[in-house]
């Protein structure tokens, strides 16, 4: 008899489904596509350079190890098993707990409206590197100054000049022709008509990439999550045959073991793993959610976070041995050349392809990788934000037609939100948005509450139950622990050890934010942080009964369905057998 309470609802009419994926691979595509993105290609490299070369490693695998796979598995546990969005599996685990999934959604929203302005300004680079010439490779163009510097031709003939006065060709390309870059935030100007219609054109791409759901998206990311690695590959192999890949590799992973004693060293690599696992969003509990119930996510897990660290051990080797001959060419150590962020993408590397035979396809190469990467991100963090409003009413949403119609109003928001970033000041609003709304120290709060709810609120050892119901293999002990103790109290030190380190935004280590704009940033830091605490307090306000009965009531699981309807449903099947066997004989 089927239990009431755990029957799934009847379709109502003109109600579409929910969806699953329409293979594994397109699971373990969409994955590999989010976590793998701009942050291996640019980020690691440069922390790797910064924090001590190979010494590095130490750091950022100690955090693999103690948070990024124990909270890869949790979030994609927890996805597969309610078969929700991001906030409404809370809902089923722990109601109290769902401000973390209103808080990560919030997160993924100031992302999209940032993340995809990187993408405009890859499409725009794109664009110019079908040029007959480069136009970052010479300083004859209309938006160059005096102090303008050809590396190309001045090739190690930079003594006795002050490299304080003096641009690269690259970088005035990037600061006075793609940015047009103003004095300061105060000074917002104009909007940038071309990178505008770059813009343009990636949001377009990004919403059919997703319109049809679950369904398109398998679909694009068996090209999108795919065509970066062979790029990568080309890159990689052109890099280490260019004269001086190897000072650039050795710069990359020469140990400096007295850096391993620096917090902020410890800080960088924990921010690195929350960044580039794609934890503490919903990202992987939405993705996980679209896969059968007896997919095996505990092995899927263990590949795609090798497959994560792996991938930013190798574009390192393919970044730094550019950077090596692009420091062997111009006669400076690589210290001179190697920055993180959109310096290395958008300056030091179109500067160094300048300086190779055949520039324009190494540029192109280049750049559609970045596009590649960065694509398949943005459209899965669409995606989950879309996913979990939806699932919060779907009776509403799911109706024919509807969820296009909200994810084209969804676009539009974010692009007339974003549009100041457009602006000749938009990157200092972007940076703002980057280093305080979208920060390591908002994700760490969320995944230091996030463990403690599954952890000792939902039961650690229910979710080995879980996992062993679902996939058919116990998880490792080690897991149990982690989500008990080690997780969460790393967690915790690195969140405190971050409110103490902070250092106010600067651009370029030169401009200084006036005091308002680091209001508005911690502002955007709290607007996520808020909401985990006061929905707690929301929801034990309207509550009914004692305080310590809304408490219980609040940290009780839903019916555990999953497992009630799969147990039934198999003995149905045995049934029906028997019964076809008997009328057989």
């Not at 590799?249 to 690599?269: K, N």
């Amino acid at each position: 008899m089927v239990n009431k309470k755990c029957a799934p609802k009847q379709q109502r009419v003109g109600v579409e489904e929910r969806g699953h994926w329409g293979s594994k691979a397109e699971f373990l595509l969409a994955v590999a596509g989010n976590v793998v993105g701009f942050g291996n290609v640019w980020r690691f490299p440069y922390l790797c350079y910064k924090n001590g070369g190979g010494a590095f490693l130490v750091p950022y695998l100690v955090f693999v190890v103690t948070c990024g796979v124990p909270l890869f598995l949790l979030e994609t546990t927890l996805g597969q098993y309610t078969q929700e969005g991001g906030i409404t599996c809370w809902r089923k685990v722990c109601p109290l707990a769902e401000g973390i999934g209103y808080a990560g959604q919030l997160i993924l929203l100031y992302s999209c409206m940032t993340y995809i302005l990187i993408l405009a300004w890859a499409l725009f680079y794109l664009v110019f590197s079908f040029s007959p010439q480069l136009p970052w490779s010479s300083c004859d163009n209309h938006w160059n100054t005096a102090n303008c510097i050809d590396f190309s031709t001045q090739n190690k003939t930079l003594e006795g000049t002050n490299r304080t006065d003096t641009a690269s060709a690259a970088t005035e390309f990037w600061e006075r022709r793609v940015l047009g870059i103003s004095g300061g935030i105060e000074e917002m100007g104009s909007v940038r008509w071309d990178l505008l219609l770059c813009l343009i054109a990636m949001w377009v791409v990004c919403y059919f990439c997703i319109w049809k759901g679950v369904k398109s998206t398998g679909k694009v990311v068996y090209f999108t999550a795919t065509f970066p690695y062979a790029m990568l590959l080309v890159l990689l192999i052109r890099g280490l045959s260019l004269p001086g890949a190897l000072q650039g590799v050795l710069y990359y992973l020469l140990p400096d073991p007295s850096r391993l004693t620096d917090p902020q060293v410890w800080m960088e690599a924990g921010a690195q793993i929350l960044f580039s696992y794609s934890v503490g969003v919903g990202s992987l509990t939405v993705l996980g959610s679209y896969n059968a119930y007896e997919n095996n996510c505990y092995k899927d897990c263990l590949w795609l976070c090798l497959l994560n660290s792996g991938t930013s051990v190798v574009a390192g080797f393919a970044v730094f041995s550019v950077l090596g001959f692009m420091a062997h060419e111009q006669g400076v150590p690589i210290a001179e050349v190697a920055e993180s962020g959109p310096g290395l993408a958008f300056i030091a590397y179109p500067q160094a392809v300048a300086m190779m035979p055949l520039p324009q396809l190494w540029s192109i190469c280049f750049f559609l990788m970045l596009i590649l990467l960065g694509l398949d991100t943005q459209f899965v963090a669409m995606e989950v934000v879309v996913t979990s409003i939806i699932d919060m009413f779907p009776a509403v949403m799911r109706r024919y037609g509807r969820r296009e119609l909200f994810l084209l109003l969804f676009c539009l928001t974010c692009f007339l939100s974003q549009l100041v970033m457009v602006t000749e000041g938009g990157m200092y609003v972007f940076q703002m948005f980057d280093y305080y709304a979208c920060n390591g120290t908002c994700i760490l709060f969320l995944c230091v509450f996030e463990t403690a709810a599954l952890g000792w609120i939902f039961g650690a050892e229910r979710l080995c139950d879980i996992i062993e119901d679902m996939t058919g293999a116990r998880a490792n002990p080690f897991f149990k622990f982690s989500w008990l103790y080690l997780t969460p109290l790393v967690l915790l030190v690195s969140f405190i050890c971050s409110l103490v380190e902070y250092q106010p935004l600067t651009f370029n280590r030169r401009y200084v934010y006036p005091a308002w704009a680091y209001t508005c940033g911690w502002v955007m830091t709290f607007s996520s942080i808020l909401l985990v605490p006061g929905w707690v307090l929301y929801k034990l306000a309207i509550g009914t009964g004692s305080l310590s009965q809304r408490f219980h009531h609040l940290c009780q699981p839903a019916t555990d369905c999953s497992v009630t309807q799969r147990r039934e449903t198999e003995l149905q099947h045995l049934g029906e057998e028997v019964e076809h066997g008997f009328a057989s004989g």
